[in-house]
């Protein structure tokens, strides 16, 4: 059961839930395996979700 405390959250809609990717480098470590470049999604960076924004619940006073 969700905590009710708990901010709202949803699922980042650039890169939709998937966060992190493994880029292959083309390249191989001495052991053969190969070289992965890790890569963080720019704009949740790695988290794979977004707070989502209160409602406006009253107009701006200028
Ligand atoms: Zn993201």
């Not at 191989?28 to 949740?44: Q, S």
């Amino acid at each position: 059961m969700p905590d009710p405390a708990a901010p709202p959250t949803l699922v980042c809609g650039h890169c939709d839930g998937f966060p992190v990717v493994a880029i292959d480098s083309g390249t191989r470590n001495p052991d053969g395996t190969r070289r992965i470049l890790k890569v963080a999604c720019p704009n949740c960076e790695g988290a794979g979700t977004t707070a989502r924004r209160a409602p406006v619940t009253e107009a701006a006073s200028c």
